[in-house]
């Protein structure tokens, strides 16, 4: 266990300086990234410690993609918000208790596939939102239908139901991936389960974002600065402005739905695989 919480301890650094670097992590960010590399790769070992890594490279990758064109669209990208520690956390803190779940009881394959669900809810969320807003048409408030300005909370566009897809998936065969790569190591046998993992991790990806989009559209507390004239997920805009709450519960915050909808996603992904199970479904 010393060897894999070095190991973590080691890639959170690398990889939380490498976004503090091209500005997608604050000083606080790196140290939840630190904290969420080395409890999984203490608590569950490599294969469970690398995934985690695919959401933080993901947010590195995607938030350079087209950012001239998003400092345009959104003022969410102009202003290039930096991931502090409570967001990361947020957006970690299920897939790492599961991790931790998983040393309580290493042999309950539905654990991995809960926390595959997890992390590929939050990567199809990454997806959707940094690729979703360079759509030519404006997206669709998941609640009403209504086209709304790109990012808003709780939209969504066919570009970013796509990219969600795509986000998901890598989740799931990556994990499968990993997963048999571990087996031939060892030279074991491994739960032919697994087989189904992409497919898992795909559904609980997409149930869990669109679990996100429906929190962020009905539930989320959202203000709109008389100053700028915009809405703003903050209470206290950027401008400096004490912004006026519009609807949702002021308690709710985008890191509570992270965190809420990382749940969604487990559940999901442990359901299919459980009914998949029953069914004796096999290649």
């Known amino acids: 266990m010393l060897t894999e919480l070095a190991v973590g301890l080691v890639v959170g650094v690398a990889i939380g300086w490498l976004g503090y670097w091209r500005g997608v992590l604050s000083a606080s960010g790196i140290i939840g990234v630190v904290v969420v590399s080395s409890l999984t790769f203490g608590a569950a070992g490599w294969v469970w410690g690398i995934l985690p890594h695919l959401l933080f490279l993901s947010w590195i990758l995607w938030a ?7 400092a345009q669209l959104s003022e969410r990208f102009s202003e290039g918000p930096r991931r502090g520690l409570y967001q990361v956390l947020a957006s970690g803190g299920w897939a790492t208790i599961l991790a931790l779940l998983h040393r309580l009881v290493p042999n309950v394959t539905s654990v991995f596939v809960a926390y595959v669900g997890a992390l590929a ?5 990454t997806w959707a939102g940094e690729l979703g807003v360079l759509s030519s048409q404006l997206p669709r408030l998941v609640t009403t239908g209504r086209r709304v300005p790109a990012s808003t909370s709780g939209a969504v566009s066919g570009l970013g139901c796509v990219a969600a897809l795509g986000g998901a998936w890598l989740i799931g065969l990556v994990g499968l991936l990993l997963a048999v790569l571990l087996a031939w190591l060892k030279n074991v046998s491994w739960n032919r389960i697994l087989l189904w993992l992409p497919l898992a991790g795909t559904a609980g990806g997409m149930v869990g974002c669109l679990a996100d ?12 600065c008389e100053r700028c004239q915009r809405e703003t997920e903050n209470r206290l805009h950027s401008c400096g402005q004490v912004a006026r709450q519009v609807r949702g519960w002021s308690w709710l915050t985008n890191e509570g739905v992270n965190l809420a909808s990382s749940v969604v996603g487990a559940a999901v992904a442990a359901g299919v695989a459980a009914w998949l199970a029953q069914t004796n479904i096999s290649w």
């Open 213 to 224: 989009s429906l929190l962020g559209a009905a539930a989320q507390g959202m203000y709109y």
């Open 64 to 70: 350079r993609f087209g950012a001239a064109r998003k």
């Open 121 to 125: 809810t939050l990567n199809a969320d």
